[in-house]
C-alpha cells in the first residue's frame, strides 16, 4: 500500500472511531432515534412504544429506575403519579414491582384513555432489552444515582447479554457519578453524559461539554438541541476533542436537518417515523 493510500484508509479510520465527524448525517433508520418509544404513536416507556419503534426500524430511547424490591423497570418521572393517572403516586424508588409497579396501568392515561393500549403495565429492562438487534442502537437513560448500575449489571449479565451488546445498546446519563459507574462496571458499553443546552451560568459551551466528558469519563454527549446555542462550531469542537455528539428532543423537520447539518450523529424525537416520511418526501 503505497502512502497516498495509506493516509486514505487511515482517515476512514479516524471518521469511524469519532462517529463519522468528516461526514454529514440524514434522518434515517438508524439516525433517528424514538423518544420513549414511538411516543406519538403509543404510550411512553410501554413495551408497545418500543415494539412500534423496532418494527418501523428505527431505534430507541427508555428510561429505567430501581424498584423498592431492586428490579429495574421503565419509567420517566420520579414518581408513578402521571402516566398512571394518579391510581398510584409514590416515587418509583419507593414502589414495589411485584405488588405495586406490575399491577399500574400505564397504557390509559391522556390521549390513550380507552384506547387498545389500556392495560398495559411499565415493563422490565430484561423484557426491553430483548428487542435489542445490531443496525439499530437502543440508548437506556439511567434516571437514578450510581446505586442502579450493579442491577443493571445485573441484568445483562443474567439475562440479555447475548440480545443487548456493545453493538446495539448503549447509556445515558445526566448523573455524573452515574455515567463513571457504567463506565466502571460495563466498561466495554458507550455511555453519553446528558447535558441541557442551558446552564445556571447561561449557554453551554464547547469547553463546559468537553470537561464533563471528561469528568464522567464518558464516550460523548448527548445534549439538548437549542438552535441558537448548538452551533456548528460548538459541535466540531467537541468531535475534534474525539467525543461524539447526540442531540435531544427534536420534533420538527428543519430543527433535524439544522442539528445534522451542523454535525450531531443522531437525533432524539418523539416521532421518528413522522420526521422520516415528511423527510422522504421532500426528496
Known sequence: MDIKNTMTALAAVAAMAFGGCCSTAKPDYDTLISHRGE???????????YKTAVERGFGFE????????KEV??????????????????KCSEASWKDEIS?????????????????????LLAEVLELARDGRQIYVEVKP????????????D????????????LFIAF??????????????????????????????????????????????????????????DLIKKVKDAGYEFHVWTVDRLPDTLAAFE???????????????????ARK
Open 62 to 69: 427508555c428510561d429505567i429506575y430501581l424498584s423498592a424490591d
Open 175 to 232: 448523573n455524573r457519578e452515574t455515567c463513571k459507574k457504567l463506565k466502571e462496571l460495563m466498561p466495554e458499553y458507550k455511555v453519553y453524559w446528558l447535558t441541557g443546552s442551558k446552564t445556571k451560568d447561561g449557554p453551554v459551551t464547547a469547553e463546559y461539554i468537553i470537561k464533563g466528558i471528561k469528568e464522567t469519563g464518558a464516550d460523548g454527549v448527548d445534549c439538548h438541541f437549542n438552535r441558537n446555542i448548538i452551533t456548528a
Open 39 to 49: 411516543s406519538h404513536d403509543a404510550p411512553e416507556n410501554t413495551l408497545p412504544a
Open 73 to 90: 423497570f421503565t419509567f420517566h418521572d420520579k414518581t408513578l403519579t402521571r402516566t398512571t393517572g394518579g391510581a398510584c403516586t409514590k
Open 145 to 156: 444515582g450510581p446505586e442502579i448500575v450493579p442491577y443493571i449489571k445485573n441484568v445483562f
Open 158 to 169: 443474567k439475562h440479555n447479554r447475548k440480545n443487548a451488546t456493545p453493538r446495539n445498546t
Open 103 to 123: 399491577k399500574v396501568d400505564v397504557g390509559g392515561w391522556g390521549k390513550w384513555k380507552g384506547s387498545k393500549f389500556s392495560p398495559t403495565r411499565p415493563a
Open 262 to 280: 451542523r454535525g450531531a450523529q443522531t437525533v432524539t424525537t418523539n416521532c421518528a417515523k413522522k420526521q422520516l416520511d415528511e423527510y422522504r
